[in-house]
């Protein structure tokens, strides 16, 4: 068993950076207020039984009117770091074309809310809200994303370029990717290879150029880009077991980061998606267009995932063996907590040699959370929070440079397809009056923040 270091925010260094997340989709709400144009997730929630409890973003936690009351919040906790992302419908309501001023303004309110608290604000430049008058033309899968995208980042870093200096250009590919243009679980709900191959292609390519951009128009900018990851593990240890554990490896933690490293698309003998992923993009030479040298990489793991074989899933051959069925402990979304895992992924990514930096750029989990007389006891958060923040110190303690945390997620918020039932929270919202509740994690939070724990 290893050693556990006493958990002391001064064990981290004094240069960590400390943060917590949100994105527009998820908090702002004001859908069509100001200039805003529909996103691709407006339109996916009128879709019967896309989200559960059929919840819409169109109010969310309604930060656009809310964000000095929320960003007091992060203040009052401890954080030094916020970390948000920009309606790209917003700021382009036609997703190109025109710019809507009042979106600049709200985003200037915004950072500058930040700066006078003292808050280092983290822009995030997508996090998969595309303009729904994009998806019109293929979105993601169209071979114009690039030039949509390139349009984008122009406007926002010369916006914004004066005062923000730490930017992540992409949040998690793999998932926007997979979810949204493979299964359909997710906006805008399009499946199959057509649609999810391109869409890899285009974000390999957006991820690389966003970066080239910033760092064209912002002098001293600290660029990442962030990746989901899980660790994959087979169920048993026969053959057709750990070749179905490779195969999901690729998809969910190797897919964008090797392209971006200057490695190419992983190559797999025998597996037929990334055969036609190859072939797909013969033509592009795009190697060098594919790579960047950040900053820092942004590492996101909610959960580790154990597969075996199964013939019937199309191309993966490979399925999942739940928490549950295992016996293992999980989070309400039935996720495995695994703070080892999260340990191994860390140093497993560093280890790829020329990435500079990790930033855990989010981190967190749904529970059940319970209001009795004001007060949100969630104890296994707080748990949570302390055996991946100790999983996180140890890494750093063997040399690993890891340069900041930023919990998932500041308020409860509109969860994607999940809708308002999974709550991420550090503060309980009632999504009825919008109050606000800070739940037992954020106090623990301000304590360990201020030195007290």
Not at 195 to 223: K, M, S, T, W, Y
Not at 306 to 314: A, F, G, M, R, S
Not at 360 to 375: P, T
Request: aromatic residues 14%.
């Amino acid at each position: 068993m290893h050693q556990q270091h006493a958990l002391l925010k001064q064990s981290f260094g004094k240069d960590f950076l400390w943060g917590v997340a949100i994105s527009a989709a998820q908090n702002e709400g004001a859908w069509n207020i100001d200039g805003r144009g529909p996103s691709i997730w407006d339109q996916f929630a009128k879709r019967q039984g896309k989200i559960k409890g059929n919840g819409k973003p169109s109010v969310a936690c309604d930060f656009y009117y809310r964000y000095k009351d929320d960003l007091m919040l992060v203040k009052a906790m401890g954080f030094n770091c916020f970390r948000f992302s920009i309606s790209w419908s917003r700021m382009l309501p036609e997703g190109i074309g025109k710019v809507n001023k009042e979106g600049i303004a709200f985003y200037d309110r915004v950072i500058d809310e930040c700066l006078q608290l003292g808050l280092v604000p983290f822009v995030t430049l997508y996090h998969w809200d595309l303009p729904a008058a994009l998806q019109k033309d293929g979105g993601w899968a169209s071979h114009q994303m690039l030039k949509w995208f390139t349009r984008f980042v122009q406007v926002c870093t010369e916006a914004f370029g004066d005062r923000v200096k730490n930017w992540i250009v992409l949040n998690e590919p793999m998932g926007f990717t997979s979810l949204g243009y493979m299964l359909g679980k997710h906006a805008p709900g399009k499946t199959g290879l057509s649609h999810f191959l391109p869409a890899v292609h285009n974000a390999v390519l957006c991820q690389a150029e966003g970066g080239r951009i910033i760092r064209a128009n912002i002098p001293r900018a600290n660029i990442g880009t962030s990746f989901s990851c899980s660790e994959v593990m087979p169920f048993t240890q026969k053959e057709e077991d750990v070749k179905a554990a490779r195969r999901a490896d690729i998809l969910l933690n190797r897919l964008f980061i090797e392209p971006l490293l200057g490695r190419g698309y992983p190559q797999e003998q025998g597996f037929a998606l990334l055969d036609k992923l190859h072939l797909h993009n013969k033509a592009w030479k795009y190697t060098e267009r594919m790579q960047f040298n950040f900053d820092f990489i942004g590492i996101q793991n909610y959960f580790s995932t154990t597969v075996k074989y199964n013939p019937l899933i199309p191309f993966v051959q490979a399925s999942e063996v739940k928490a549950v069925t295992r016996k293992v402990s999980h989070t309400a979304m039935g996720w495995e907590i695994n703070p080892d895992s999260f340990y191994r992924m860390i140093k497993r990514f560093w280890l790829y040699g020329g990435v500079k930096q990790i930033i855990i750029s989010e981190s967190g989990a749904a529970f059940k959370d319970h209001i009795s007389q004001g007060v949100i006891n969630d104890a296994d958060r707080v748990q949570y929070f302390q055996q991946y923040l100790n999983a996180a110190l140890r890494a750093k303690k063997e040399g690993i440079n890891i340069g900041g945390y930023f919990a998932w997620t500041l308020t409860d918020n509109f969860e994607w397809a999940e809708g308002y039932q999974a709550r991420f929270g550090l503060v309980h919202v009632d999504f009825e009056t919008q109050l606000r509740t800070i739940k037992q994690s954020g106090y623990w939070f301000r304590d360990f923040l201020h030195n007290k724990i």
